[in-house]
């Protein structure tokens, strides 16, 4: 494991062992398993998305959950390495293959998680988010929405983001929150609603 400047200590990759999540300096090692939130969305693609990611990560980790992070499940060196192939041809083919080993990292990492957040900001749901929640609510995992985003993005007046998105939410006991300091007290009720059905 590594930790970078901002205190994100990370696991190992990929083809590692699939426990090692991200973690954040100050959690307890020799405590109970923390709830694992698989930490679905967008933000790992750009460097402001990772600033608001670590400020999630942190927020859920101060109220005592363990962020499942799947950009830091992917291996770093792969994908470099792919990038760096001088044949479009051969990144292609290669980038194949490791995209079905992380969609499958993915997937058994929202398996090993007791809930997901899932971030919902932009014009329209990330497509990658919204088939993780699918999945999640398939696999009975609670899935909590969060979107700080003021533009409109739904199919009506009566739901906050897609509507399928929205029911594969609210049917998995979760919610759509609005503001980030309502994402932990919301995962919480998700995961007390889940466990009590």
């Known amino acids: 494991m590594t930790s970078n400047r901002n205190g994100l200590i990370r696991g190992a990759s990929i083809d590692g062992d699939l426990e090692a999540f991200v973690r954040y300096e100050g959690t307890p090692s020799m405590s109970p398993p923390l709830p694992k939130i698989y930490l679905a969305g967008p933000l790992g693609f750009s460097e402001l998305g990772r600033a608001g990611q670590v400020k999630i990560a942190r927020l859920l980790t101060n109220a005592g959950y363990e962020v ?3 950009f ?3 291996p770093a060196d792969e994908i470099n390495r792919i990038n760096g192939l ?4 051969a990144q292609r083919d290669a980038w194949r293959a490791l995209n079905f080993r992380i969609g499958e990292t993915n997937a058994r990492a929202i398996d090993a998680s007791d809930a997901v957040l899932a ?18 609510c398939a696999r ?9 985003d003021f533009r409109l993005s739904a199919d009506n007046i009566g739901s906050i983001v897609n509507l399928q998105v929205e029911y594969f939410i609210r049917a998995s006991g979760g919610v759509t929150v ?9 995962i919480s009720r998700a995961l007390s609603t889940r466990a009590s059905t």
Do not use: W
């Not at 001088?86 to 041809?89: E, I, Q, T």
């Not at 971030?119 to 999640?136: F, H, K, N, Q």
């Not at 009975?140 to 700080?148: A, D, L, N, Q, T």
């Open 178 to 186: 609005t503001a980030a300091t309502d994402i932990p007290n919301a």
């Open 140 to 148: 009975r995992k609670p899935i909590v929405g969060y979107r700080s």
């Open 72 to 74: 830091a499940l992917a």
């Open 86 to 89: 001088a044949s479009l041809d």
């Open 119 to 136: 971030i919902l900001d932009g014009p329209d749901v990330d497509s990658g988010t919204a088939a993780e929640i699918g999945y999640a």
């Open 68 to 70: 499942v992070d799947p």
